[in-house]
């Protein structure tokens, strides 16, 4: 397993994350998190984990694979290319981009830290409070026998309020978690701040 590879995926992730919590350049957090999700998938598997996308062909066993990656995707691929992979010819990006919003990232994110926790079993406070915030915003997206309540306790009626509403609650949850000594010396979680340098100490 390339630890360089690993450092890099965790840098893009921890980058996106840390942009996404100030409210900064959505799109950069979207370039960052999807070049981090696509790294970081690979590496899930190779360490015995299932990767998100394993989980979507469960609940969905009707889509295919590439479905899974073009809903992924579209809005990453949309920003990273000029030209069709295939043809050279100019893409035309412009409808789907104007359907992009800071709340695309949500999924983004949820999905690369999601995968990240199964390739190295931690995640940074801030990951782990986002994916909470996730569950209590989308409890749809919730598992049957996980109970959406835990939750809800945490952000109550969160999707009932207004986007930067949340994302406040989301940063105080994070700021108070960073004060639970038994939270942060847990080995699940990650220590290492979101923003780190290169090459990694």
Same mark, same amino acid.
């Given at each position: 397993?390339?630890?360089?590879?690993?450092?890099?995926?965790?840098?893009?992730?921890?980058?996106?994350?840390?942009?996404?919590?100030?409210?900064?350049?959505?799109?950069?957090?979207?370039?960052?998190?999807?070049?981090?999700?696509?790294?970081?998938?690979?590496?899930?598997?190779?360490?015995?984990?299932?990767?998100?996308?394993?989980?979507?062909?469960?609940?969905?066993?009707?889509?295919?694979?590439?479905?899974?990656?073009?809903?992924?995707?579209?809005?990453?691929?949309?920003?990273?290319?000029?030209?069709? @992979?295939?043809?050279?010819?100019?893409? #035309?990006? &412009?409808? +789907?981009?104007? /359907? =992009?919003?800071?709340?695309?990232?949500?999924?983004?994110?949820?999905?690369?830290?999601?995968?990240?926790?199964?390739?190295?079993?931690?995640?940074?406070?801030?990951?782990?409070?986002? @994916?909470?915030?996730?569950?209590?915003? #989308?409890? &749809?997206? +919730?598992?049957? /026998? =996980?109970?959406?309540?835990?939750?809800?306790?945490?952000?109550?009626?969160?999707?009932?309020?207004?986007?930067?509403?949340?994302?406040?609650?989301?940063?105080?949850?994070?700021?108070?978690?960073?004060?639970?000594?038994?939270?942060?010396? &847990?080995?699940?979680?990650?220590?290492?701040?979101?923003?780190?340098?290169?090459?990694?100490?």
């Amino acid at each position: 397993m390339s630890n360089l590879k690993m450092a890099s995926a965790r840098r893009q992730l921890g980058t996106a994350l840390a942009l996404y919590l100030q409210d900064l350049d959505p799109v950069s957090v979207h370039y960052l998190a999807g070049g981090g999700c696509e790294l970081i998938e690979y590496y899930a598997k190779k360490a015995g984990a299932q990767p998100f996308t394993s989980h979507a062909i469960k609940t969905f066993p009707e889509m295919k694979i590439q479905e899974i990656r073009k809903l992924q995707r579209q809005f990453w691929n949309a920003f990273k290319h000029a030209t069709q @992979q295939h043809s050279g010819e100019e893409r #035309h990006d &412009d409808d +789907l981009l104007m /359907q =992009f919003s800071d709340e695309q990232n949500d999924h983004a994110l949820f999905i690369g830290w999601y995968d990240y926790a199964g390739a190295t079993n931690a995640m940074p406070i801030e990951a782990q409070v986002h @994916q909470a915030w996730y569950l209590a915003l #989308h409890p &749809d997206k +919730l598992a049957s /026998q =996980f109970p959406s309540d835990l939750y809800e306790r945490v952000f109550p009626k969160l999707n009932q309020r207004s986007r930067p509403e949340q994302k406040r609650m989301l940063n105080e949850v994070i700021a108070h978690s960073r004060t639970d000594n038994a939270v942060m010396s &847990d080995p699940a979680t990650e220590t290492l701040a979101l923003i780190s340098n290169w090459p990694p100490i």
